[in-house]
């Protein structure tokens, strides 16, 4: 769940500057939201997901992979920076950009959001837009509760696919495929309105 902090402006360079406090925080349009600590099956499946394409990336020499405290700068003049559970970027992205010490400048290629038990789908979905309205060529929203996994890609309808079928990193992670089953085994799911 994301709560407002400040009623004024905040940028970029202040949320770099902004002592630790053992939080994670989003810039939205100039609003700090801190955001609320990940639950076990949240940082598993998180992890699950960046350890295999982060195995794919380094074996073909595909990019770099960011764990969720990698923030990106998504615009400015009031500044946004957000940062998703799993972010990859491209070697192409890579060789035009200098790495630098803060936050990327610009959406990675492939986003990944996994819900949180306080996310709300609806906010989640616009996030998932959000990131490719600012470059993102791929967005794999993951609820493991329903064990579901929504593809978005810019100038399509989202792709819903099910515990059975298998996450494929088209031509964003070339030759990546993870089959579902793998990603959600033995994590609790939703069956017929109750958690099993």
Not at 30 to 48: D, E, I, N, Q, T
Not at 168 to 185: A, H, I, K
Request: proline share 6%; aromatic share 6%.
């Amino acid at each position: 769940m994301v709560m407002p902090m400040f009623q004024s402006l905040v940028t970029a360079d202040d949320l770099a500057r902004m002592p630790d406090d053992n939080y994670s925080y989003e810039l939205v349009e100039g609003r700090l939201v801190r955001m609320s600590k990940s639950g076990v099956v949240h940082s598993l499946c998180s992890g699950r997901i960046y350890r295999a394409v982060a195995e794919h990336a380094d074996k073909h020499g595909l990019g770099l992979v960011l764990p969720q405290d990698a923030g990106f700068s998504l615009r400015r003049n009031p500044d946004t920076v957000r940062a998703p559970d799993v972010g990859f970027i491209s070697e192409q992205q890579i060789r035009t950009t200098e790495l630098p010490e803060g936050f990327w400048p610009g959406a990675p290629d492939l986003v990944v959001e996994v819900i949180s038990p306080n996310d709300r789908r609806r906010a989640v979905d616009h996030k998932a837009r959000e990131w490719l309205a600012s470059g993102a060529r791929l967005v794999w929203v993951v609820d493991v509760r329903r064990r579901t996994v929504s593809v978005h890609r810019t100038g399509s309808a989202a792709v819903t696919l099910t515990h059975e079928e298998e996450l494929n990193g088209e031509d964003v992670l070339p030759g990546f495929r993870l089959p579902l089953t793998t990603l959600f085994e033995g994590l609790p799911y939703r069956r017929e309105g109750n958690l099993v």
